[in-house]
């Protein structure tokens, strides 16, 4: 009796009681009101002739006249070519054995002379008139197009700028024109204050028309003839660069007409290797921030023994801002 009482202990302690789980149930997520920042309007400033200004306007008008100027010039070489050119034209034939080229007399000739290949400097010549007597029929026609275009536009882009240019001071302040007179244009941007480089007192010292002062004899010459032209300028206005870097050319020069900003760099010591070695350093900074020669930027140079001349600095003007 006692052995079966121990089986049946034994038993009892080795059977598994079925275990009943009891479900968890998790309480119910609530999501946080979202609140939305209030909305504040950013401040309002004063609008600004330069920036947000629409020319594009006067930008085709001008175009349009640099266009129809350069057509003139064509038209006036064209024409003056012309008169030089041997009489008779060029007959241009396409064979199964090449270009064969024949001389007419006039345009009612159905043949003409046989002009051998070997006679170059002859057919160049027909050729060339033949080629001249084609574009000056079609620079005719365009300059004819041009021309309608700017007698009839003409004053109404002189009223477009003219209408904020009437207005009083107190009411160009308020107002966002779409275009303005040259004078307010240039008005604009000299009156943007800046701060320049800072010149030390052991360096030379040069005086512009202006009053201002300059580190070399050639960069006097360069402010004094550009004031004499009335060509907006600034001496070493600070230019910031894309990659955050701060240079100073040492003029940035205001195309009123174009309505852009060019730099003129004058680089007067290139006989110091240093100095020539930094010079073309800054000048592939330069580019790599877009501004290249020819477009944005003015080059003039200058060694100790063959310095800027007035003349060339003429010309350069000339060039780029007339």
């Not at 240039?186 to 512009?208: H, N």
């Not at 800054?282 to 790599?288: E, P, V």
């Amino acid at each position: 009796m006692k052995k079966q009482n121990n089986y049946l202990e034994t038993q009892a302690l080795t059977t598994k009681v079925p275990v009943t789980k009891v479900p968890t149930t998790k309480p119910p997520t609530t999501k946080p009101p979202v609140t939305k920042p209030p909305v504040t309007k950013p401040p309002t400033t004063k609008p600004s002739v330069l920036k947000g200004l629409t020319t594009s306007y006067t930008n085709l008008y001008s175009e349009a006249r640099r266009r129809y100027n350069e057509l003139l010039s064509i038209k006036n070489l064209k024409e003056t070519a012309l008169e030089k050119a041997p009489p008779g034209k060029i007959h241009v034939s396409k064979t199964p054995y090449g270009v064969q080229y024949f001389l007419r007399s006039d345009s009612s000739e159905k043949t003409g002379k046989y002009i051998h290949r070997s006679e170059t400097s002859k057919i160049r010549k027909y050729l060339q008139k033949a080629y001249d007597e084609k574009i000056l029929k079609l620079v005719a026609s365009e300059t004819e197009s041009l021309k309608k275009l700017l007698s009839k536009t003409e004053n109404i882009v002189d009223k477009l700028q003219e209408t904020y240019s009437k207005y009083p001071q107190e009411v160009k302040e308020l107002v966002m024109p779409i275009d303005v007179s040259d004078e307010d244009y240039a008005k604009k941007w000299i009156d943007t204050p800046y701060e320049g480089k800072a010149i030390p007192d052991y360096l030379p010292y040069f005086e512009t028309k202006r009053k201002e002062r300059v580190r070399s004899k050639s960069e006097l010459n360069i402010a004094n003839v550009l004031a004499d032209k009335d060509i907006p300028y600034k001496y070493e206005c600070p230019l910031q660069l894309s990659n955050g870097m701060t240079i100073y050319p040492d003029f940035t020069v205001l195309d009123v007409k174009r309505r852009r900003v060019m730099y003129w760099e004058h680089r007067g010591m290139m006989d110091d290797k240093e100095y020539a070695r930094n010079s073309v350093q800054r000048l592939k900074t330069m580019m790599g921030d877009g501004i290249f020669i020819g477009e944005k930027l003015i080059i003039t140079e200058e060694t100790s023994t063959n310095p800027l001349g007035t003349n060339e600095i003429n010309a350069i003007i000339k060039k780029f801002f007339s």
